[in-house]
């Protein structure tokens, strides 16, 4: 059991050191791209993006993982669907409320971008 936990964990930080270390090549890549005042620009954007995804959360990215481990343990399929689907749905609302408090464009852009259809 400690091998696998620890085979495990050995997993998970060498995919986040790799997610660093391209993070750390695309960051370089857009400050050279952008320059100095563009990637200021950039990373206010960021950062701001960031603050506003977390307050969207509403804390259940911590609350979802308890509550399934429980219910889990319990052998509750129905409470796990449950959690699941109530997460989703509140943080998809939060979400779509937060960026359009925002003041971003409006929906029917994003999801043609996103979507590549009207």
Not at 53 to 74: C, D, T
């Amino acid at each position: 059991m400690i091998e696998r936990l620890l085979r495990r964990t050995g997993l998970v930080m060498l995919g986040t050191g790799f997610s660093k270390g391209l993070l750390l090549v695309l960051e370089l890549f857009i400050a050279r791209a952008l320059g100095a005042a563009g990637y200021g620009a950039f990373s206010l954007g960021l950062a701001t993006l960031f603050v506003v995804a977390n307050a969207a959360l509403l804390g259940l990215n911590f609350g979802v993982i308890q509550y399934l481990s429980v219910h889990q343990e319990e052998q509750r399929p129905d409470l796990v669907r449950g959690v699941l689907r109530t997460s989703l749905v509140v943080t998809a609302l939060t979400g779509v409320a937060a960026a359009q408090r925002s003041g971003s464009p409006p929906m029917s852009w994003r999801s043609t971008v996103v979507l590549m259809r009207p």
